[in-house]
C-alpha cells in the first residue's frame, strides 16, 4: 500500500551546501524529518552543481519519511549570472541593470523548460524574456519569431 502524504515543503538551497543551520534545519524539524538524512542526500545529488541556488519540492509522508525533487535555477538567478549582476533593479521601468540577448534567453529557457509551463521554446523564451524586464534588464536584438 502508498505512503500516505502529509504535506509538501519548497525550499531554495545552494547546491552542495546543505546543513542544518537555518532555514533548512528549522523548516524540516518543525515537521519531524530527519535533517541530517536530507542534508546527506540533497549534498551527494547536487556535488556537480556546486553553489548554485536549487529549488527543492519535498513530499513529506505520515511515517516522517520524505523524497524530494530538484527543480531547475530561477529565471532570475540565472539572468543575473549572464548578465553578471548581483541584483535586478529597483524600478525595472526607470532603471536598467544591464542587457541580455535572444540568445543568451534561448539558453536559459532551454534549461528551464522541464520545469515551465510551456510546451514551445517559443513559449519559454517568453516567459524567460518576461522575468528579465520585470527585473530592469533589456532583451536587445529582435525576437526570432519576429524575424
Known amino acids: 500500500m502508498a505512503k ?3 504535506g509538501y515543503l519548497k525550499l531554495q538551497v545552494k547546491g552542495g551546501q546543505a ?7 528549522p523548516a524540516l524539524g518543525s515537521k519531524g524529518l530527519n535533517i541530517m538524512d536530507f542534508c546527506k542526500q540533497f549534498n551527494g545529488r547536487t556535488q556537480d552543481k556546486q553553489g548554485q541556488v536549487l529549488p527543492v519540492l519535498i513530499t513529506m509522508y505520515n511515517d516522517k519519511s520524505f523524497d524530494f525533487v530538484i527543480k531547475t535555477p530561477p529565471a532570475a538567478i540565472l539572468i543575473m549570472d549572464a548578465i553578471k549582476v548581483q541584483k ?4 525595472p521601468n526607470r532603471l536598467k541593470v544591464g542587457s541580455i540577448t535572444w540568445d543568451q534567453i534561448k539558453k536559459i529557457a532551454e ?9 514551445k521554446i517559443d513559449s519559454a523564451m517568453k516567459m524567460v524574456a518576461g ?3 520585470s527585473m530592469g534588464v533589456t ?3 529582435t525576437a526570432p519569431w519576429d524575424k
Do not use: H, W
Open 88 to 91: 535586478g533593479s529597483k524600478e
Open 111 to 119: 534549461l528551464k523548460m522541464p520545469d515551465l509551463n510551456a510546451f
Open 139 to 141: 532583451v536587445s536584438g
Open 19 to 25: 546543513n542544518p543551520a537555518p532555514p533548512i534545519g
Open 4 to 6: 500516505e502524504i502529509t
Open 131 to 133: 522575468t528579465a524586464r
